[in-house]
């Protein structure tokens, strides 16, 4: 370690962590070391990338560096790692201002495989011409009479973002605000300006911005720190230090307010498409802890519950159907705040603007209620010691922490170590008046703001499609006939490429585990199973630091076929309309300050031997372990006595939902439709798009215009909805503490199941699943299609067997990935299989094409059925798989995971059975595999979501409206 220089060292205690900063001497590289006892060992690599132009520069050099490098000269070493690795994350990302390359594994070797890739892959690239037309741009041309279009992995996943409203309106807000600097541009890339980059732009970048002088590396777990800084030094050694000139310019002052206007596409169709729009203010910069702290809590006060003062009052005036903005953004070298509406009328965004201004200028005069302050503080402090990042990596979500800061060459610890900061808010917030001038000074005294206003354009879609069209035939025009003949010889040579395998040897210098570093026997999870008052109560003995978790699972099956689709607003309906004794907002600001945190998730599932599956809706929440008796009086009174008369509270939460169901369809349409597809296959899966899918979007409009003609009759279902749930012996209760708090709450939970009722007129109620359209073509404004295809294997004959799930990673990360992303130029293609169910589903993400994705998946059986695979490959297959298996999860991911094995009665003795088959997969499974899907997709079911003229070009007869 002699050319690195210890900075600095610090005990993190609230994070149990020791924390050294280092300089690379000779590099002048920094290097954030964070030793711990996390198993889940994190390592990233990320550079300051400001762009100077609109081209994606950034973001297609992320994608490219990671198609083969120096030392793994591979097409893509990143898919032989998904493959054939024990990884819990491995991805890469473009912010504005900079790019990351995070890896994540439990397993040590297969950590430094991940870490020893990502370092070739970002230093040494092989950053071709033919890469960067594959993951960039390039023009596409079978013959020279044929019309000439444009294709790319990141061309069309920036279509896709631009065919997204909210993405829209979120990318001018930003570039409103910040015209002079680099945040004025897009660094994902506009579809109109990516073709504008060369490939001796896309070079030179790498050389300015990838060098040890520019980086910032992170590791935090349980590895040997002497393992870190000797990988390091490996591939450091190779440079000298330069001066990227990476630097980010601040933004000046704005003279006055701005305000732009941009149209947005909608169906040409649409009978009343409303404008959204959004008022932005730039803050200050990110590097200052308090400062940070105190403007996330801001946040949290304005507009982090229903109650919130600033978000109350726009969604109670009627203006709009829902928010838009996402708050602050702490991720650039100034930070913004953002908030506005949609589904408004034009002639009412003036009045929006108003109120919003003025909602700040009366809290700042009149100050805030204390209750809001107290309640946004306890949920910060929560959440900032609970440390749960959900699936997400504990330590990369402290390296995105810790780069708000370090980007800008601050201190990498300032937000990372949080207890002084906090403990300096907090006395601040107990004196009064604090966050009142804060509003004063970052909202009412500052001028630099924009209001962004995005108006609906019937036409817009059918512009943008002419111009390209247009500007395509342009440039074909200019062109000579040897021209032409040279793109299509390109054209064909790039296939070819994309269709040649990597050979044998530059495979075998890809890192790879072997069988015997894989655990043979299943992680258990162990679980006592009590009976209180009738009630089934499950508990998990495990180590919490001191916090409660505990879930409360309805029985949906109680609930009329009609009625269900009801469900879909249960958490809302029960958690944001108060109840008998209290108004909304006071129960907001009871759960604020009393717990960490209730929402509400359905448990959707087939099971084995089960026409029905498991269909259950979970009131989720958490708190610490001496606020047990307070989150059981919370739970109890929403259950026992919501107000459920409200008519306006109510429509302000249909609305709201109405609105986040159609802003998720374009962004997620592949979710969409594979929901779509699973749903004609299995109740279960039925009741998936009753509550989320486009059935859920469909019933929550009419919700929206039956509720204005019959509110009774509204409120009166509501009602026997509630009751048909609220029976004690067909509820189950998930509890997840360490084994010294569990008899308090045992005790706790006594008292509690005793007061619920005990309905003796439940019954398990009979739904009849409706039929759904095949093929069908879901219609919407979009520039990309999500085209999928699913069919059920045991209907045609297929006995569950472990090396299912083998199968379906590796088609996903092989054969979709070569021939949905590599060669269709898809931003995304996938499949899955239901091992209770026996439905497989296909699907591709912000895809170009559609017909030809379709013929990808009619030929996936004859290739699994004519596969040869080496050994080495087949061990790759066996440890994604398992890595699958084993993912990665904080306390209360076990505790919910086991009571769900418990409701699907999936004992650990099938576990350990699918585990042994898994790791038993042979060729001929996949053969066989082969045959199966051939016979299945004989009668496979279609659904996509696309433009209606991209139906129509396709001949998709049935077309339905979703947006």
Known sequence: MNNFELVRTEEVKELNTQAKIYRHIPTGAEILSMQNEDENKCFGISFRTPPSDSTGVAHILEHTVLCGSRKYPVKDPFVQMLKGSLQTYLNAFTYPDKTCYPVASQNLKDFYNLVDVYLDAVFHPRITPDFFMQEGWHYELESPEAELTIKGVVYNEMKGVYSSPDSLLMEASQQSLFPDTTYGLDSGGNPRHIPDLTYKQFKAFHESYYHPSNARIFFYG???????????????????????????????????????????????????????????????????????????????????????????????????????????????????????????????????????????????????????????????????????????????????????????????????????????????????????????????????????????????????????????????????????????????????????????????????????????????????????????????????????????????????????????????????????????????????????????????????????????????????????????????????????????????????????????????????????????????????????????????????????KDWDAVSQRLEKIRLSLLDRKHMVINVTVSEDALPGVLNSLDGFTAHLPEATAFSAKTWNPGKFPNPEALTAPTQVNYVGCAANLFNAGYKMHGSAMVISRYLQTAWLWEKIRVQGGAYGGMCGFDQRSGVFTFASYRDPNLESSLEVYKATGDYLKNLVLSEDELTRALIGAIGQLDSYQLPDSKGYSSTARFLLDYTDEERQQLRDEVLATTQEHFNAFGNTLNRAFKNGAVSVLCSPESAEKAGLQTKTKVL
């Open 222 to 708: 349980d590895d040997p720190e002497a393992e870190r800084f000797a990988v390091l030094e490996e591939y450091l050694k190779d440079f000298k230090k330069i001066d990227p000139k990476s630097g980010i310019d601040l933004q000046g002052p704005l003279a006055k307010p701005v305000r732009i206007e941009k149209p947005y596409a909608v169906s040409a169709d649409d009978e009343n498409p409303t404008p959204m729009f959004a008022s932005n203010w730039m803050l200050p910069s990110p590097t200052d802890a308090e400062q940070v702290f105190s403007v996330m809590l801001l946040d949290h006060i304005l507009l982090g519950t229903p109650a919130s003062p600033l978000r109350k009052a726009l969604i109670e005036s009627g203006l709009g159907e829902d928010i838009t903005g996402g708050g602050t953004e702490t991720h650039m070298i100034q930070m913004l705040f953002s908030i506005g509406l949609k589904g408004i009328d034009a002639a009412d965004i003036p009045k929006a603007e108003a109120l919003i201004l003025q909602t700040l200028q009366n809290l700042a005069q009149n100050g805030i209620e204390r209750k809001d302050i107290d309640g946004a503080l306890n949920t910060f402090e929560f959440d900032l010691r609970e440390n749960n990042s959900g699936g997400f990596p504990r330590g990369l979500a402290l390296m995105l922490r810790s780069l708000n800061a370090w980007n800008y060459d601050a201190d990498p610890l300032e937000l990372v170590a949080f207890e002084t900061p906090l403990a300096t808010i907090k006395k601040n917030a107990a004196q009064g008046g604090y966050f009142e001038a804060l509003i004063q000074k970052l909202f009412i005294d500052n001028t630099h703001r924009s209001t962004v206003v995005l108006l609906p354009d019937p036409g817009e879609a059918a512009r943008v499609e002419m111009e390209e069209k247009g500007r395509l035939a342009a440039i074909k025009a200019s062109m000579s006939a040897d021209q032409l003949l040279e793109i299509t010889a390109n054209t064909q040579r790039l296939l070819d490429l994309q269709a040649t395998p990597d050979s044998p040897e530059a495979l075998a210098t890809v890192p790879l585990l072997h069988r015997e570093d894989l655990e043979k026997n299943i992680r258990k999870i162990e679980r006592n199973v009590n009976t209180i008052n009738g009630t089934t109560v499950l508990t998990h003995d495990l180590f919490t630091n001191g916090i409660l978790y505990l879930d409360i699972g309805l029985d949906l099956h109680g609930i009329e076929q009609d009625n269900l689709p009801y469900a879909s607003l249960l958490a809302s309906v029960l958690l944001e309309m108060g109840t008998q004794s209290e108004d909304y907002v006071s129960l907001s600001q009871r759960i604020a300050k009393k717990t960490g945190g209730i929402y509400g998730a359905p448990f959707l599932s087939a099971q084995k031997g089960s026409k029905t599956g498991v269909t259950r809706f979970f009131l989720r929440s958490k708190c610490m372990i001496s606020q047990t008796d307070e989150l059981l009086a919370i739970l109890y009174d929403v259950l026992t006595e919501p107000d459920l008369g409200n008519k306006e509270r109510f429509k302000q939460i249909v609305l709201e939902h109405k609105s986040e169901l159609e802003t998720a369809i374009v962004p997620r349409g592949h979710s969409a439709v594979m929901t779509r597809l699973k749903a004609r296959y299995n109740e279960a899966h039925w009741a998936a798009e009753q509550l989320g899918g486009v059935d859920a979007l469909f019933f929550i409009r009419q919700l929206a215009e039956d509720m204005d």
